[in-house]
């Protein structure tokens, strides 16, 4: 069965620092990867996919993710964050395309 | 383009009681999803349609939540009666369409249901 598991519940970081979100999958067949970003009181919007092709994925406000087959890992990263990156990040799964399954969120807050 | 509409954004119920929620997708999107998003979790599909047909409703409560959508647009998700675990944010997700590709969801602001 798809699913992923995030890492780290909280992640504080300074401003201007980098960052790092962590994301693991399994699945034992193709598999497409997703991070989404969830500010408060809103939905959902997507930062980046990774469907095929580079395995370095490059999304909205400057974040970017690396998916690695060998470690089964998608792992989100901004070199240098800013405060309105505070917000909720989740991966999520598919393998067909009709059933996503999301992870429990990682909550960023970025520290002036 | 105008973005995937909800109401009503918060709501509160007591135990027992029936509520509704709404959702307006984007326009031409084919596939529409309800999710539940409890405090702390990631989005819990509970259905998911490809225009007026239901493609999977399997993590549905069929017991006391029902969903429709009718001519393939605007879709209602009830849940009749609440309980007290069904406090949570109820989302709702359009995409172009879904199993012969991977396509983009585009989520709501969520309906927020506190049911005490």
């Known amino acids: 069965a798809q699913s992923v598991t995030q890492l780290d519940s909280q992640v504080p970081v300074f401003e201007e620092a980098p960052v790092e979100l962590r994301c693991n999958y399994s699945?034992?067949?193709?598999?497409?990867l997703f991070w989404y970003v969830q500010y408060p009181n809103q939905g959902l919007q997507l930062l980046l996919k990774?469907?095929?092709?580079?395995?370095l994925v490059k999304g909205i406000n400057g974040f970017e993710a690396e998916f690695n087959k060998s470690q089964t890992s998608f792992h989100l990263r901004k070199p240098s964050v800013h405060i309105s990156d505070t917000a909720e990040y989740f991966c999520a799964t598919t393998n067909t395309g009709n059933q996503f399954y999301f992870g429990t969120g990682t909550s960023l807050t970025v520290i002036p | 383009e105008a973005g995937v509409a909800q109401s009503p954004r918060y709501k509160i119920i007591e135990k027992r009681q029936s509520v509704a929620f709404w959702c307006n997708p984007i326009?031409?999107?084919?596939?529409l999803y309800w999710y539940q998003q409890i405090l702390g979790q990631g989005p819990k599909l509970l259905i998911q349609f490809q225009n007026n047909g239901v493609v999977d409703d399997s993590q549905l409560p069929k017991d006391r939540f029902s969903a429709e959508r009718l001519k393939g647009v605007d879709s209602t998700l009830k849940i009749q009666p609440a309980k007290l675990e069904d406090s949570a944010v109820y989302l709702c997700?359009?995409?172009?369409?879904?199993?012969?590709?991977?396509?983009?969801?585009?989520f709501g602001p969520g309906t927020r249901l506190t049911v005490t």
């Open positions: 326009s031409g999107h084919a596939t």
């Open positions: 997700a359009s995409s172009l369409r879904a199993g012969t590709s991977i396509s983009e969801q585009y």
């Open positions: 699945s034992s067949v193709s598999v497409y």
């Open positions: 990774y469907l095929s092709g580079s395995t």
